[in-house]
């Protein structure tokens, strides 16, 4: 079946401006993660949405960082007044439940110039 | 004390050798615990899972878990290089609310 699929894989964009990025997971997973790597660095864990409610919210970096999902299906990761720290792949995840195994997305790698 | 611990390598072993990675974790109550692959440019991939004391064979990989000493290790039989990649461990934290990642150790199998 179809993996989870991310858009866009690229984006560059100039620092101020407002991104969003996409997440696809699989169908019928219920859970659904945000992580950031930037380069040559682990995983920085973001947020977790279970359903459409997000119970931990807890790594978003700064209030420019929101996210939200719709419909137990599609999330958007909205970055507003991008600054150059946040350059990084942007990586998704979904779970058939809380506790499953992670299945990751190709990632969206975003620069700000 | 760090959640999880990883030697960050670079570890180098010769083709057809055994590669041995290992991961040490500091919650006890700690469940479901994963080993990844992440090649250089890509997103993570699951290699395998385990949950219960012991070994767990698939292929050329062997996860092995002791939860009493806090550790869990991956041996990769017959590496080839296309082995080479970043190997993450990972598991769930007690409080069972996100998954809690390594550093990574990085491999490199040389020809």
Not at chain 2, 89 to 105: E, H, S, V
Request: neutral net charge; contains cysteine.
């Amino acid at each position: 079946g179809a993996g989870v699929s991310q858009s866009p894989s690229n984006k560059v964009t100039e620092k101020g401006k407002d991104v969003e990025l996409r997440c696809d997971p699989i169908s019928g997973h219920t859970a659904l993660y945000w992580y950031r790597q930037s380069l040559g660095q682990g995983l920085e864990f973001l947020i977790y949405f279970q359903g459409n409610s997000a119970p931990d919210k807890s790594g978003l970096p700064s209030d420019r960082f929101s996210a939200e999902r719709t419909g137990g299906s599609v999330s958007t990761l909205t970055i507003q007044r991008t600054q150059q720290e946040d350059s990084a792949v942007y990586l998704c995840a979904s779970s058939a439940n809380r506790l499953d195994t992670q299945y990751f997305g190709p990632g969206t790698r975003l620069t700000v110039l | 004390q760090k959640e999880v611990e990883q030697n960050s390598g670079p570890l180098s072993v010769p083709e057809g050798a055994i590669a041995s990675l290992n991961c040490t974790y500091s919650d006890r109550g700690s469940q479901s615990f994963f080993w990844y692959r992440q090649y250089s440019g890509k997103s993570p991939e699951l290699i395998m899972s385990i949950y219960s004391n012991g070994d767990k064979e698939d292929g050329r990989f062997t996860a092995q878990l002791n939860k009493a000493s806090q550790y869990v290790s991956l041996l990769i039989r017959d590496s080839q290089p296309s082995d080479s990649a970043t190997y993450l461990c990972a598991f769930y934290a007690g409080n069972n609310r996100k998954l809690i990642w390594g550093l990574g150790t990085s491999l490199a199998v040389n020809p």
